[in-house]
């Protein structure tokens, strides 16, 4: 059964770091990964889906690569800012669904 | 225009009342699942549905009820509502079954008192 991790599980940076969090799975029969922004108490936003034939996706300031052989991504952010606290999941889809990471939770301080 | 909406996005409610949980989608997808999001923001699929026939059933008790009267909708009924209900539920879709993009809706925070 996948089993997805999420390292660290909370991470507080100064305004302007660069930033990686880190997802790892131990299936690597995947279709593809996505990475979720959660605000608190609000829903996921998908922030970047990568396919299991990518090894990159970038949006912005924001860069998402892909290991499937080793079952990892990373989730790159540059000069990071206030508003990107929240919660950042990980999720891989296979076996009909979505397995999602525990999440790394980022406060980025001005 | 919201693609996938839930509703109540709030729901509070003593123990032991039947409550629904109502989700629709207008992105098309074939696919819509029902998961839970617990104290520690994991979240684990409860039900799929595909074209309105059940494909996931995860170890989840029989007083919740999936129903997908057309593939546009997933509702979640609950029976005999329990303390330990309480969670953020999220519904959501794909085009096709846990293999493409996923859309969340904006959760419904159940409390049961």
């Known amino acids: 059964k996948q089993e997805v991790t999420q390292i660290p599980a909370a991470l507080s940076v100064p305004e302007g770091e660069n930033l990686v969090l880190n997802c790892s799975f131990t299936?690597?029969?995947?279709?593809?990964l996505q990475w979720f922004r959660q605000d608190p108490g609000k829903g996921l936003t998908s922030l970047l889906l990568?396919?299991?034939?990518?090894r990159e996706q970038t949006s912005g300031r924001l860069n998402a690569s892909l290991d499937k052989s080793s079952g990892r991504s990373t989730l790159y952010i540059a000069a990071s800012q206030p508003g990107d606290s929240a919660t950042y999941l990980c999720?891989?889809?296979?076996?009909?669904?979505?397995?999602f990471g525990t999440g790394t939770s980022l406060t980025v301080i001005p | 225009d919201t693609a996938v909406s839930q509703t109540p996005k709030y729901l509070v409610t003593q123990m032991g009342n039947d409550k629904s949980i109502k989700c629709e989608q207008n992105?098309?997808?074939?696919?819509m699942y029902w998961y839970k999001q617990d104290s520690k923001k994991f979240l684990k699929i409860m039900f799929s549905y595909n074209n309105k026939e059940l494909i996931i059933n995860e170890t989840v008790p029989n007083r919740f009820s999936p129903k997908s009267p057309d593939k546009a909708h997933l509702n979640l009924h609950i029976n005999s509502l329990e303390l330990g209900d309480s969670a953020v539920y999220f519904c959501?879709?794909?085009?096709?079954?846990?293999?493409?993009?996923?859309?969340f809706g904006q959760g419904t925070r159940l409390t049961v008192v």
């Open positions: 999720a891989v889809a296979g076996g009909n669904q979505f397995y």
């Open positions: 992105l098309g997808h074939d696919t």
């Open positions: 959501a879709s794909s085009q096709a079954q846990g293999s493409t993009e996923a859309f």
């Open positions: 990568i396919q299991s034939s990518q």
């Open positions: 299936d690597s029969a995947i279709y593809n």
